[in-house]
């Protein structure tokens, strides 16, 4: 089955520091993963994909096949980084849809 | 770029009533809406996913009788949410993409939709 895992529903930092949001995903096929954010009483937006291999915002994320993750990092937190992000699945049998992970809630304190 | 908006952005109705809701590209040719729900602090579910000019494809799950989608144009995609009950209150979500290779989907800002 086609899954996307974000163990994760709440992630607490401090300014400055790391930040590593977990994204495990299921499926058999050639995926494609894509981390969404959604900040406060904003629509969701696309952050990155992984195809693109790039830095958004100072966020990076690698798929790694090998463990089926997609986890997304950033080095240094900054307090406009707090938001919802959420990890989705696409490239499924050829059509265009989406599963999405149910979602972390990062949170960078002062 | 690539703005898709929805209306209303919230509605409330009586129990057995029928409500519509939008999903508009406003500067772009979307080849594919999807419709999404999301109940309070869960995922996005996916509901169907529509292309202009032919049938919705749904979820395993998602009742088509229940949930109405029309997609009559490549910038106008129109979910109905027939005979509401409170249990279809929900936060419903339009996406949008447009291109052939290129996957990413541009989200509405969701409809809040509370059924008494």
């Known amino acids: 089955a086609q899954r996307v895992t974000q163990p994760e529903k709440l992630l607490s930092v401090f300014k400055g520091a790391p930040v590593e949001l977990k994204c495990n995903y299921s499926y058999s096929g050639s995926p494609e993963l894509f981390w969404y954010v959604q900040y406060s009483r904003q629509r969701l937006q696309l952050l990155l994909r992984?195809?693109s291999r790039e830095s958004i915002k100072g966020f990076t994320a690698d798929l790694n096949k090998g463990e089926t993750s997609f986890h997304l990092k950033k080095p240094f937190a900054q307090e406009e980084d707090s938001a919802m992000y959420y990890c989705?699945?696409?490239?499924?049998?050829?059509?265009?849809?989406?599963?999405f992970g149910s979602g972390t809630r990062l949170l960078v304190r002062p | 770029g690539a703005v898709v908006s929805q209306h209303p952005s919230w509605v409330i109705c009586k129990s057995g009533t029928s409500v519509k809701i939008e999903c508009r590209s406003l500067?772009?040719?979307?080849?594919?809406m999807f419709w999404y729900r999301q109940f309070p602090k869960q995922s996005l579910m996916l509901m169907a996913t529509?292309?202009?000019?032919?049938?919705?494809?749904?979820e395993q799950g998602v009742e088509k009788d229940k949930f109405l989608i029309n997609h009559a144009s490549l910038t106008l995609s129109t979910l109905t949410v027939t005979s509401a009950h409170p249990e279809d209150s929900s936060f419903y979500i339009c996406?949008?993409?447009?291109?052939?290779?290129?996957?990413?989907?541009?989200f509405g800002p969701g409809t809040r939709l509370t059924v008494l």
């Open positions: 996406s949008a993409r447009f291109g052939v290779s290129y996957n990413e989907q541009f």
């Open positions: 500067d772009f040719q979307a080849t594919t």
């Open positions: 989705a699945l696409g490239g499924l049998d050829s059509s265009y849809k989406l599963i």
């Open positions: 529509s292309n202009e000019g032919s049938k919705a494809t749904y």
């Open positions: 992984h195809i």
